[in-house]
């Protein structure tokens, strides 16, 4: 071979048909994640309006259950109310803030329906349902345990229930626990949501 001579290479190119071909099929599976994705955000949607209407409905039963009985002397009054532990207070501040955050994050939420491929509001709403959802568990379960007291009492430390005698009171507290539980799990179902449609981005 004479040093003047170049040793040619043949790359063989891809025929304009098989770019062709491969171009629908980059296309069809896009377009089958968005149609995915939109679908999620659909969903992430109806969701948190079932949140907000158990979440609003804890809130109001909680904070109207009041009882006096009729029972009452010159000096005593027999009453209950939710403002009367602790425990109800937080529940009720509690549901309130988790029902503004919900309303809040319903733009969100849009957004993930018109942009499904869009990381960074789907991301968003995965970090914030995961701390509200911590949030709702703690007052909820904090109340259950109240209202667990006041059905049953605690024979061991001569806790007396007291539904025998506030029954209404009783079965608005414990309605409004219900529904904080509903709100849970629906949470639970929107973090889970969010993490399939962030997997699949």
């Not at 911590?134 to 007052?139: E, I, M, P, S």
């Not at 667990?148 to 539904?163: F, R």
Request: aromatic residues 10%; negative net charge; charged residues 15%.
């Amino acid at each position: 071979m004479k040093s003047g001579d170049h040793a040619a290479i043949d790359v063989p190119a891809e025929s304009s048909a098989a770019v062709k071909g491969k171009a629908p099929l980059i296309a069809s599976q896009m377009e089958e994640k968005r149609g995915l994705n939109r679908g999620f955000g659909i969903a992430d949607f109806l969701l948190r309006l079932g949140a907000i209407i158990s979440t609003i409905a804890a809130a109001a039963t909680m904070g109207t259950s009041d009882e006096t009985l009729p029972l009452f002397t010159q000096f005593f009054q027999f009453e209950a109310s939710f403002d009367d532990l602790p425990t109800f207070l937080y529940f009720v501040i509690a549901m309130a803030l988790v029902g503004g955050y919900l309303l809040l994050s319903l733009p969100f939420s849009i957004v993930t329906i018109v942009r499904p491929i869009a990381v960074a509001p789907r991301l968003l709403l995965f970090i914030l349902d995961t701390v509200t959802l911590t949030f709702a568990t703690a007052a909820s379960g904090a109340a259950a345990a109240i209202v667990y007291l006041a059905e049953t009492g605690n024979p061991n430390t001569n806790w007396l229930g007291i539904c025998d005698q506030f029954e209404d009171f009783c079965s608005k507290v414990s309605g409004a626990v219900m529904a904080s539980f509903v709100t849970v799990v629906v949470f639970v179902v929107l973090v889970i949501l969010s993490g399939f449609a962030l997997k699949r981005q």
